[in-house]
């Protein structure tokens, strides 16, 4: 079996109504693929080395990923340096703005972990609408899928 990581961040509650929709997705792959869920904060070093895939979502603050989400990575990224090299991970965002800032500053911090993006970031502005959340159960179908058979 798999195993696919998922981190957040939330304080209003829209990245938490993301997360359950990426969730949906990957719990379609469920007898191939166990998922964790975890709060940013609550996350560390033993769950990232659990994981074959990893979820970030993240609310865009300031025009930067959440502190959350940017202290887990900080706790991981030298504890784990060489050991999760091609880590499978996704990004989804729910933004203010454009999200670029915070897809930016994740992006840069896999590229140093030698993680690879396996595809594109969903980023959220405005309404959660039906679509919205499709696209985030897409998200979550796509890397459990990838995970189940062995694509990532």
């Not at 359950?20 to 975890?38: T, Y």
């Amino acid at each position: 079996m798999k195993h696919l990581l998922a981190i957040f961040s939330s304080q209003t509650g829209r990245t938490r109504t993301l997360l359950d929709a990426v969730c949906a997705g990957a719990g379609e792959f469920a007898g191939e693929v166990e998922l964790r869920v975890l709060p940013a904060l609550q996350a560390g070093l033993d769950d990232l080395l659990w994981a074959d895939g990893l979820l970030i979502g993240t609310p865009e603050n300031f025009g930067y990923m959440s502190g959350a989400v940017k202290d887990f990575l900080d706790r991981v990224y030298y504890p784990s340096e060489g050991r999760k090299l091609g880590l499978a991970y996704a990004v989804f965002v729910s933004a203010g703005n454009d999200g670029s800032g915070a897809i930016r500053a994740i992006e840069r911090i896999a590229g140093g972990c030698g993680w690879n993006r396996v595809a594109e970031p969903v980023v959220v502005k405005g309404e959660l609408d039906a679509a919205a959340l499709a696209r985030c159960r897409e998200l979550g179908q796509t890397l459990a899928a990838g995970l189940s058979c062995g694509v990532f």
